[in-house]
């Protein structure tokens, strides 16, 4: 007659000499070495213990902000230098366009607001006026597109700098070598951009 032992809250039925009886779940854990629902929980305990704890001014919106105080800021805290390389000297460069635009379009509008009696010198200064506003049109535009890109790369980078995937352990896949796939040792590089 087989009796019913509750342990760790799982009811297993045993033979009354204590062994598992052949239908129950301790004889086919036992046969099978660990059951499903165990390595699941050890895969489970696993991932939570190496999950990074992400502080708090680590976060990705304190990331992005870093980008807008500073050029390159956000991308630099990543890890990604070259990126915070290029998008810094390229933000740093259409600032200081816009600004000598600013400047330039000053010193035309004073020339043009004195005036001279020539109408052909004047219409020079207003053409040269108008080619002026649109440089600085376009180095602002380009200059919100770089800033917006830099602060959208920023936060991006900042929730995918922590993951990291397993494919190797991945329970969903069979186990032992792979068929078309060598066996060995193989070599792998990454390059963080």
Avoid at 5 to 24: D, H, Y
Avoid at 39 to 67: C, G, I, N, Y
Avoid at 134 to 156: C, F, K, M, P, R
Wanted: proline share 5%; charged share 20%; aromatic share 6%.
């Amino acid at each position: 007659m087989a009796a019913m032992l509750v342990a760790g809250g799982a009811a297993r039925a045993q033979s009354p000499v204590g062994q598992p009886t052949a239908g129950s779940p301790s004889a086919t854990r036992d046969s099978l070495g660990a059951s499903q629902a165990d390595e699941r929980a050890a895969a489970a305990d696993t991932a939570s213990r190496h999950e990074p704890v992400v502080k708090r001014f680590d976060q990705p919106r304190w990331v992005m902000l870093r980008s807008l105080v500073v050029p390159g800021w956000g991308q630099a805290s990543n890890g990604s230098w070259t990126k915070a390389v290029i998008l810094g000297s390229g933000e740093i460069a259409l600032a200081t366009a816009a600004l000598a635009d600013n400047r330039e379009l000053d010193r035309l509008r004073e020339q043009i607001d004195v005036g001279t009696g020539d109408l052909d010198t004047q219409n020079a200064l207003i053409d040269r006026y108008n080619h002026r506003l649109n440089l600085l049109n376009t180095h602002e535009w380009l200059l919100g597109g770089v800033i917006v890109y830099a602060l959208v790369d920023a936060y991006v980078d900042a929730n995918f700098k922590h993951f990291r995937a397993e494919f190797e352990t991945d329970r969903a896949l069979p186990r032992g070598p792979r068929p078309g796939r060598p066996t060995g040792a193989r070599v792998s590089l990454e390059w963080a951009f």
